[in-house]
């Protein structure tokens, strides 16, 4: 999205008053006002206590009305299906984390170290990487793969 002054916005920039939200939504503002209470879409909010609407909130917005008008499903299954779409991107983001540490770890022409803390707990390190000084208490362990 651009201003006026043709400088570049994020999708999540809180820009919208609630009116101006309300209009672009299609939606009347005790409609938005009763989503934010259920915490269905949760605007920012601005220094005074307005709510301050992003791109991305409209979206939302829209989503849950088609939802809501189209499909039938109640405000509570809206929420429900918001919290497990946050949940379903929260995991693709930390498997592509792992993978990226696997990628890593790979990287490494087979070494790998790890240090192994009293409690069980287990930490993967690079080679040559230095237990901090905090979990100084763990034993290093090198593996390499034979063959």
Known sequence: MTTRSGASTSDDAPVYAISAAAKLAGIHAQTLRQYDRLGIVTPSRARG???RY???????LREVQRLSQEEGV?????RRILELEHQIDALQSRVGELMDQVERMRDDRGAR???AGPDGQITALRPGERVPASRAERALVVWRQRG
């Open 49 to 51: 206590g307005g709510r």
């Open 54 to 60: 992003s791109v991305r909130d409209l979206e939302l």
């Open 74 to 78: 109640s405000l509570a299954g809206i």
């Open 113 to 115: 170290v790890f240090a």
